[in-house]
């Protein structure tokens, strides 16, 4: 199945990155820290709860 980025969002520093996922009807995120994918296949809440816990505010994260 192709997956399509829909758009991304990263901390000032670049250490985090959200990838929000689309593959035909399905839709996730994609979680990266630093070059290496740390979570896949999230729902937002649970994007939000990892960064929380690595003291990553998603106010913090800017548009790519």
Do not use: C, K
Request: glycine fraction near 8%.
């Amino acid at each position: 199945m192709a997956e399509w980025i829909q758009g991304s969002f990263s901390t000032p520093d670049g250490l985090w990155r959200v990838e929000a996922i689309r593959e035909r009807n399905r839709f996730w995120y994609r979680l990266w820290h630093v070059d290496r994918i740390y979570q896949d296949r999230l729902v937002i809440g649970t994007v939000e709860y990892f960064l929380g816990q690595n003291g990553v505010d998603w106010a913090d994260l800017v548009e790519d």
